[in-house]
């Protein structure tokens, strides 16, 4: 099969592409034909070396970790009826044109959502979809999404709003907080922006029930203290470079609810209904993908330096 690897830790020319044998499913596993492989921020940066103590690779590695495509092999115990149908999966080793996958993680993707949005949706939809419901959002509630429009933030944005909150959106630029306030949030603010902090906490009528941090760092520390008392924090996301550090004991005294990456790692039976449920939202219209481009699987380097750029508007994904 034809697959990308991180021949070394380094920048996006590390990835090459190279033949390896075709994957063998064994019982409960099928084989999948990879119709698109998703690329989410953090695989730039574990390809770079970062994270060592969270991420167990060793170079050469096939990276990636999520498929659309079609069932071409069943292994042992998998029924046949299987075979040709769409699927979505998380998987050891997306940038390939074949995956392997257990038949219980796999997710059928409904007839009105093409494989594409299907890709864009297998680890951000889970996500965001799981986030919104770890962190309980109900009707009513002031929800601030910083990193809103990126791949799961865009995403967030109009899960929240679905829910009936009333959404705050933090990006980079004009044309990303367009694209925000286009997807259902009240509010974008641009963070390039001197007064962006005191325009965030007009925004939010004084500060937010709900902070859904995809950025960390220095702005997710920022934000922290436009949270309620009594509110709820999520520290998930680390594309600056490390996860928000927080004042745990004054979050305590405030009340204030912390959640982070281990908050969003989710076993077998909810990834399957987490995906399922994103999946049902984009086949009835309720939830749309921005796809900012798609590129060959040849060209996953070219794929890797455009998410590291965060010139792209939306998500990134490969043609395998
Ligand atoms: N997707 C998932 O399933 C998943 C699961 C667990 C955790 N997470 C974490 O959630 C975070 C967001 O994921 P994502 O898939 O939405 O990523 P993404 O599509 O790459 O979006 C990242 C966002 O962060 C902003 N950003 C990047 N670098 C920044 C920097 N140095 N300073 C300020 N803002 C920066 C970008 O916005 P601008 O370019 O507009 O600034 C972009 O909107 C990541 O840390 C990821 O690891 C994601």
């Given amino acids: 099969m034809r697959a990308v690897q991180v021949k070394e830790f380094g920048g996006p020319e590390v990835l090459m592409p190279v033949e390896l044998p075709d994957p063998e499913p064994e019982a409960g596993e099928v084989v999948i034909d990879v119709a698109y492989a998703d690329t989410l921020f953090v695989e730039t940066q574990v390809r770079s070396g970062w994270g060592r103590e969270y991420f167990d690779v060793t170079p050469p590695y096939v990276p990636g970790g999520g498929v659309s495509g079609t069932v071409t092999e069943t292994g042992p115990g998998v029924p046949a009826e299987w075979l040709g149908r769409r699927v979505v999966s998380h998987v050891r080793g997306s940038y390939a044109s074949r995956a392997v996958a257990a038949v219980s993680g ?50 967030l944005v109009q899960l929240a709003a679905a829910r009936g909150a009333r959404v705050v959106g933090l990006a980079r630029g004009a044309e990303k907080t367009s694209l925000v306030r286009e997807l259902g949030a009240t509010a974008a603010l641009d963070i390039t922006t001197e007064d962006w902090l005191l325009s965030t906490r007009e925004a939010l009528g004084g500060s937010a029930d709900v902070v859904l941090d995809g950025v960390g760092g220095e702005l997710g520390a920022s934000a922290f203290p436009l949270t309620a008392d009594g509110g709820r924090f999520s520290a998930h996301g680390a594309p600056s470079g490390d996860f928000a550090r927080l004042d745990t004991r004054e979050a305590a005294n405030r009340g204030i609810r912390l959640f982070g990456i281990g908050d969003v790692q989710f076993g077998p039976a909810e990834l399957g209904r987490l995906a399922g449920y994103a999946l049902g939202e984009a086949a009835n219209g309720r939830l749309r993908a921005v796809i900012g481009e798609v590129f060959p699987l040849e060209r996953a380097r070219e794929a890797h330096s455009a998410v590291e750029q965060r010139g792209m508007v939306g998500k990134v994904l490969l043609e395998c």
């Fill in 106 to 155: 796999l997710a059928v993707v409904p007839e009105e959502v093409d494989l594409l949005t299907a890709a864009a949706l297998v680890h951000d939809g889970v996500t965001g979809a799981g986030l919104i419901e770890r962190t309980a959002i109900t009707r009513g509630e002031r929800v601030l999404i910083l990193g809103a429009s990126g791949g799961m933030g865009t995403l």
